[in-house]
C-alpha cells in the first residue's frame, strides 16, 4: 500500500489502491504484458511515417472529433472477419480499451459491477475508481468460467454492468457464443448491459460476440489493437455496439481526446491487416508449442485462446519461480495467484530462452 501525506486531499476510497502496472524491468526475452513480439515491416513503418508527415501539417487544429474515418475502417474489418453488417455507427473509438472501459463506468456505472475472476485486473480497478460497487464473481477451482455459476450470481446481485472476459485473461479460457448469448437473456431480464471484453479475439476459435448485437442490443463488445495488430504503442481501442450505447459515449468523452496522429496511424494499421493478422496463426502455433514443452516439463497449463498461457504444477513460489527465471533474462508475469505464472507468446527466439531457462531454474 502506497504512503500518501496527511495534505493530499485524496478520497478515502482510493488511498489502499496501487496504480496498474506490469514491472518494467530491463530482460533480454520480456514475455510479461502479452504484447505481440513482431513490429511492424519495413513497409508498414514507411506508410506510417508518410501518414504521420500528412497530418504533421495539420497539427494546429484539432483533430476529428468522432474520429469518422477511423471508424469507418474498423467497422469494414468487423465486417469482414465476423460476416456481420455494421457500420461507423456501431463504433466507438478511443486511447485502448482501457479508455473504453472507463467511459462504460461513467457512462452506466452508478450501480453495480460484476465480473468472474480472476480477470482483467483493471475492470474492479477502474470500477473503483468511478465509484462503482464491484462484485467478484466465482471461477471453478482451476480458474475455468462456470456457467451456471456465473447465472445464478447475475440473477442474484441484478448488477448493471456484467463483464465476460474471452478470452481471459489471465486465464487464457474461451466463452462459447451460445453461453454469451444465453447470458445476455439473462442480462436483459434486469435491464442491464452485457460488456464482453474481446482484447485476445483474434487468438480465439470461437465465434465473436459482434454477432450477437442484432439480437441483443445490451451486448457491448470491447476490442483493442495492440495484441493481435501488434499495435500496443499506439494506444486504439474501440467499442463494437446497438448506436444508442454510441450515443451514450458521446456524453462522457472527453473533448477531441483521440489525436490525428492516432486516427491516422490506426487506419494505416487497418490497411495492412492481411500482413499484420498473418503473424496471428505464427503465435497461435508457438502457444501450442510451448504448451507441449511445458507439459513435457511436468508442468499444468490452463487451456487458452489467447497469446499467453498460465502454468502451474512447480515446487518454488510463483515470485520464486519469476525472480529465477528473471535472473537467467526471462521477464514472465506474476498475476499474484498461488502457484501460477503466465508468459506470453514471444519470438522463436524468445520462446526457446524461456523454455532454456525454466528447465535450468525448475
Request: aromatic share 8%.
Amino acid at each position: 500500500m502506497m504512503s500518501w501525506p496527511t495534505w493530499l486531499p485524496l478520497r478515502a476510497d482510493l488511498t489502499p489502491l496501487s496504480p496498474y502496472g506490469a514491472p518494467q524491468v530491463p530482460a533480454d526475452a520480456a514475455m510479461n504484458t502479452n504484447e505481440n513480439p513482431y513490429p511492424p515491416s519495413p513497409d508498414l513503418q514507411s506508410a506510417i511515417a508518410q501518414a504521420v508527415e500528412k497530418v504533421a501539417m495539420t497539427l494546429n487544429r484539432y483533430p476529428d472529433r468522432d474520429a469518422t474515418h477511423l471508424r469507418i475502417a474498423l467497422s469494414s474489418y468487423i465486417n469482414d472477419v465476423s460476416s456481420i453488417q455494421i457500420t461507423d455507427s456501431n463504433i466507438w473509438a478511443a486511447n485502448g480499451s482501457n479508455e473504453i472501459i472507463q467511459s462504460l463506468f461513467l457512462a452506466f456505472g452508478g450501480a453495480s459491477a460484476i465480473g468472474f475472476t480472476p480477470s482483467y485486473s483493471m475492470h474492479p480497478l477502474i470500477a473503483k475508481v468511478a465509484g462503482t460497487a464491484w462484485i467478484d464473481g466465482s471461477r471453478n477451482l482451476d480458474l475455468t468460467f462456470n456457467f451456471d455459476m456465473a447465472k445464478s450470481q447475475i440473477i442474484q446481485h441484478k448488477p448493471t454492468l456484467t463483464f465476460l472476459t474471452t478470452p481471459n485473461n489471465p486465464t487464457g479460457d474461451a466463452i462459447s457464443i451460445e453461453e454469451i448469448s444465453q447470458l445476455a437473456i439473462v442480462v436483459a431480464g434486469h435491464g442491464g448491459l452485457l460488456i464482453v471484453d474481446e482484447a485476445y479475439a483474434e487468438f480465439s476459435s470461437e465465434r465473436s460476440a459482434v454477432t450477437l448485437i442484432g439480437a441483443h442490443p445490451h451486448v457491448v463488445i470491447i476490442r483493442t489493437m495492440s495484441k493481435a495488430f501488434a499495435f500496443a504503442g499506439a494506444r486504439l481501442g474501440y467499442l463494437v455496439a446497438d448506436p444508442r450505447v454510441v450515443d451514450a459515449m458521446m456524453l462522457v468523452r472527453l473533448p477531441y481526446h483521440l489525436s490525428s496522429i492516432t486516427q491516422a496511424v490506426a487506419r494505416v494499421a487497418l490497411d495492412y491487416r492481411e500482413e499484420l493478422l498473418g503473424n496471428v496463426e505464427t503465435l497461435i502455433t508457438a502457444r501450442e508449442g510451448l504448451v507441449s514443452q511445458l507439459k513435457a516439463l511436468g508442468l499444468t497449463t490452463r487451456p487458452s485462446g489467447a497469446n499467453f498461457i498460465l502454468f502451474t504444477g512447480f515446487s518454488k513460489t510463483a515470485p520464486q519461480l519469476w525472480r529465477a527465471l528473471l535472473e537467467k533474462g526471462v521477464l514472465i508475469r506474476d498475476v499474484g495467484l498461488s502457484s501460477y505464472l503466465r508468459v506470453s507468446i514471444g519470438n522463436e527466439a524468445e520462446n526457446k530462452a524461456f523454455i532454456k531457462a525454466l528447465k535450468e531454474v525448475l
